[in-house]
């Protein structure tokens, strides 16, 4: 009897290794930038999907070298700069994610406008028209690396550098570019947040903005706020503290459970950054993964998304077994974590969009800093791994996987290979 369960544990660990190495899906590369003069280089940004066209901005090349504006469909056809940026008096090195609306799609600038501070523009599908929404000087912020979220023709949005106290501001304006006000300004140091980062998440069900600060508050770690839309009633509602992770980079996104999911830059068990959830208050945060390095490290401005199936799906721009960052995904509830893709150099690497691109169709769309022919990024597709129909014997052989599952994360394996998993069982 005792063999003949080994027997159906070792059988089990094959067919669970075979069905990790399933997960570790291959990416296609759509475009591979080529930089300056003609093409884009350094895709920071997250992209945005109108039909089957995929686009996207580039923080340099173009005929200034500070940027273009590009689109390509899904398949890796019709890529075509649509805009190149001039910088001073115009836009400049747009690293924020792309926000679209209707035919009109959002963004800002780091540099740029009158006074070189960074623009929020907008660019028209239709006619082809690149225009400026607002030229920020720098009593108002500088907007280096904040998308905005447009709610009922209003853009809101964060600025890292600048305002009253040179510490960042939280602002708004109209989509039309009438009545910008700055919201907030932060204060910095220990006992504030400081130098907001990412695009501000617009709550419908309490009419709450929600951010977070990579540095600052009790421990300088970082912290979790939300604010009214009419810019009363700012709140840390939450502080890191290190352990539970730090420098809050990632944007935050909102659950079908109402719970806020975000990602650390660093911190956690191993230093190497966190993914977590909370409640809108602050209380119930639960960091779901910690980051080691091997399964990824430093998620960044890597926010997450939610797939079809409804698990977390996210990027780091380092770690995994190349060093040059991954894709990964898990439950909700942090459990089942697992690497979809770890890129390598010389092919695409640094995938530090903002958030991934995630289709009911079950596909991934994203862009990577690095990498590529030229070593200055990409556009890439990859289908998103679904579990495989069960049957009898894997049902069965499914309830021994889960223990092996469970035992890898207790030894932190991710993906092993089938010696690892034999290994775990022997020592059993």
């Known amino acids: 009897m005792k063999r003949i369960l080994i027997s159906i544990m070792i059988i089990g660990a094959l067919i669970l290794s075979a069905q990790g190495a399933a997960l570790a899906a291959a990416i296609t590369i759509l475009h591979e930038f080529e930089g300056y003069p003609g093409d884009g280089a350094y895709a920071s940004a997250s992209m945005v999907l109108s039909g089957s066209t995929l686009y996207g901005v580039t923080s340099g090349g173009g005929a200034s070298d500070v940027g273009?504006?590009?689109?390509?469909n899904t398949d890796g056809t019709g890529y075509l700069v649509l805009h190149e940026f001039t910088g001073t008096g115009e836009v400049g090195s747009p690293y924020a994610a792309l926000t679209l609306s209707g035919n009109t799609i959002y963004g800002t600038s780091a540099g740029g406008g009158a006074t070189n501070e960074g623009t929020v523009y907008k660019y028209d599908i239709s006619s082809g028209n690149v225009t400026?929404?607002?030229e920020f000087v720098p009593s108002e912020a500088n907007n280096f690396c904040g998308g905005v979220t447009l709610v009922d023709g209003t853009l809101y949005g964060?600025?890292?550098f600048g305002g009253a106290n040179s510490a960042g501001s939280i602002y708004k304006v109209n989509a039309n570019g009438s009545d910008f006000s700055v919201m907030y300004d932060f204060a910095g140091g220990f006992g504030s947040g400081v130098n907001p980062y990412g695009e501000i998440l617009y709550n419908p069900s309490d009419n709450k903005l929600y951010g977070g600060t990579p540095w600052g508050g009790i421990s300088?770690?970082?912290?979790?706020f939300t604010i009214n839309t009419n810019g009363t009633g700012y709140e840390n509602i939450y502080e890191f503290a290190g352990a539970d992770g730090s420098e809050p980079f990632g944007d935050l996104v909102l659950g079908p459970d109402d719970m806020l999911y975000g990602t650390t830059g660093s911190g956690g068990d191993y230093g190497y950054g966190t993914v977590?959830?909370?409640?809108t208050d602050g209380s119930g945060m639960e960091v779901l993964h910690s980051f080691n390095n091997a399964d990824g490290y430093y998620p960044y401005i890597g926010g997450l998304a939610f797939a079809p199936d409804g698990r977390l799906v996210g990027t780091t721009y380092y770690g995994g077994e190349f060093g040059a960052g991954v894709i990964f995904s898990l439950d909700q509830d942090g459990t089942d974590f697992a690497l979809l893709h770890e890129f390598s150099s010389p092919g695409p690497a640094g995938p530090q969009a903002t958030r991934l691109i995630l289709t009911s169709n079950n596909k991934i769309y994203g862009?990577?800093?690095d990498g590529g022919a030229s070593g200055i990024g990409?556009?890439?597709s990859m289908d998103y791994p679904t579990p495989e129909p069960a049957t009898v014997v894997s049902g069965l052989i499914g309830l021994l996987g889960l223990a092996g599952r469970r035992l890898m994360r207790r030894k932190k394996l991710v993906n092993p290979d089938k010696s690892e998993i034999l290994a775990l069982?022997?020592?059993k």
């Open 68 to 72: 273009t504006l590009f689109k390509v």
């Open 132 to 134: 400026l929404v607002h």
């Open 158 to 160: 964060m600025g890292m």
């Open 220 to 224: 300088g770690a970082g912290n979790i």
């Open 276 to 279: 977590f959830r909370m409640s």
């Open 367 to 369: 862009v990577t800093r």
């Open 378 to 380: 990409t556009v890439y």
């Open 425 to 427: 069982y022997a020592k």
